[in-house]
């Protein structure tokens, strides 16, 4: 490459001498130093102009967001700021940005301001460095199952069936919304759609995930899944992209032990390949908090979260337990939460796993062995006959960040399952045949990627840490 990148510019400069280089305008100071970034990295490369000698109509040109090339002498800064800097000898503008209509000045700009000009915010610090962590994270995480021997899988996005049986589907349809063939009922007829039956995105890859498992031993899947749950929240998207490991021969204990080895892994990885972009997420963080109430404010700082993490086992709780601590919390008992916890039985809010995360045990949790009735039907029933071999994990700030569990693999306890919810079991007839033939324990988790990220780079949204968010009444670009 004629053009070397800024990271490998100012990692290794005693290899360079006289460099061309090209990126954009981040800023322009005093009509003499230009800050450019080529995004390769977070530090800038600060050019200096002999405005003297320079031509005024180029100078005009080079304004905030415009590209440009540069070339120049390399050399030992005298300035404040950056250790080297280039002395330029010409400057070519490759693509202007009108300074009266480009829409990412040098000035702090609302996360709000930046999603409505999500195709160009990335030019900006924040974003930047969030979608280099974003793509280190996916790197460490194939690395994580490649080394470990599991098998990368590509499940199919279109599907006839409900994995997680909560009706939160989008449709894939080609018929005609204004005029759908019905059938003698009157009702749609599916028959002759596409596919010859309805069919939707999929909520999650696990059950062919579960096929693979039971020929391959481990695998895992990483793809995108789309959910139609209205929730206008800051943790959830309708499209989001998951990891799904599935094992053959592994009971919850081992599926837990894995996803706890797992998130650290990919944590530490970035805490080691990441480190300048980190840095300035745990500044930003650091000032976000500052601007909150004292007794909203975060115990600790971005990186001190991250190595809290990784450093402690993860704690493990029971959800009866986790229910008798709820139960006698504090703000139980005064009435503070908006869901009050009464009984056994009841779904956790995510107010009730903060609790559990951020005031009382102050670590990662574990919860495991959940009420049946608010668990998906894969779940392997326990002896009580009322809990399932589930496991959520509950991360500080984000709430839930894994949901897996041991499945179900006796044929008659599925089946029985399968008929007490009501559930199509013809749809699943490929599903039970893993029971029919070589059925072995097995277990598996899904990771929300997007929740992994939001809480390895400190942002308090999950849209600003996909490109392109998907959520309710907003599918721009
Ligand atoms: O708990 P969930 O629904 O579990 C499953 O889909 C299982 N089939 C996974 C498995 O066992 N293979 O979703 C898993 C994770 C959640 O813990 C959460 O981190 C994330 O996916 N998630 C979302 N992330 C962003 N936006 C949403 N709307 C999400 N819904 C779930
Ligand atoms: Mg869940």
Redesign the pocket.
Known sequence: MKYPQLAELLNQPQKHNTVVVRGWVRTFRANRFIALNDGSTIENLQCVVDFEKADENLLKKINTGAAIEISGKLVKSMGKGQSLEVLVDSITILGEADPDIYPIQPKKHSFEFLREKAHLRVRTVTISAVMRIRSALSFAIHQFFQEKGFYYIHTPIITGSD??G?GEMFRVSVLDPKKPPTGPDGRVDFKQDFFGKETNLT?????E?ETYAQGLGNVYTFGP?F?A?N?NTS????E?W?I???MAFYELEDNMALAEEFIKFTLDYILKNCDKDLAFLNHRFADEEKSKPQNQRSAMGLVEKIKFVIENKFKRVSYTEAIDILKNSKPNKKKKFDYLIEEWGTDLQSEHERYLVEKHFKAPVILFDYPAKIK?F?MRMNEDQKTVRAM??LFPG?G??????QREERLDVLEKRIEELGIDAEELWWYLDLRRYGSVPHS?????????VLFATGMSN?RDVIPFPRTPQNATF
Do not use: N
């Open positions: 994995a997680e909560a909520v999650s890859g696990q059950l995930a899944t959910r749950e929730s943790r959830h998207l309708a989001f998951m799904e490991p599935e998906a894969y959520d994990i984000i839930e960040i894994v949901g897996g569990s598996g988790f899904g990771l929300g990627f997007e929740r992994l999950i």
